[in-house]
């Protein structure tokens, strides 16, 4: 009979941790890349993982979009069962924030003016990182021929 030294058995109580870490990941993060890729890492796993992340963005997708299409049907059969259920597609948006700052500037240019509000609600700006044209005119003053602008 082999009797196992203790050594051996910390070793396997390791081994164990180990395993069940690298599977916990899996469950949590679906990919293990980050957390336990050892010996550096590797174009195929990380394309493969990338991979993955879009098939489960995809189902998160269908499964939200399964979730809606029946509410609508939900809806429709509470206020008009003859009237045809809406239908959900998915659709990505560029980059809005370029549609808004073309739409201002065309908006600048016929004479709108928008407030400091505008800009901090639209574009997400702290008021004190910014600070309008019609602001700064207003801080400065002249006094006889000399120039005074506000420190404020």
């Excluded at 109580?13 to 336990?36: F, P």
């Excluded at 505008?118 to 207003?138: H, N, P, V």
Aim: hydrophobic residues 30%; glycine residues 6%; negative net charge.
């Amino acid at each position: 009979m082999h009797q196992p030294s203790k050594g051996s058995s910390a070793q396997t109580h390791q081994n164990l941790i180990e395993i069940l870490t690298v599977e916990m990941t899996r469950a949590v993060l679906t990919q293990t890349l980050t957390s336990s890729l050892s010996g550096g890492g590797s174009r195929a796993a990380s394309e493969t993982h990338k991979d993955v992340l879009d098939e489960l963005r995809q189902s998160d997708q269908k499964l939200v979009k399964n979730c809606f299409a029946t509410l609508a049907k939900i809806y429709r059969d509470l206020n008009d069962p003859s009237a045809e259920p809406p239908e959900f597609h998915w659709f990505e948006l560029e980059d809005p924030s370029l549609d808004w700052v073309k739409r201002d500037q065309g908006l600048t240019q016929t004479g709108v003016q928008f407030t400091k509000s505008y800009y901090e609600k639209r574009y997400g700006l702290k008021g004190s990182d910014f600070c309008l044209a019609t602001e700064k005119a207003g801080a400065e003053r002249v006094v006889g021929k000399k120039e005074i602008t506000n420190p404020n």
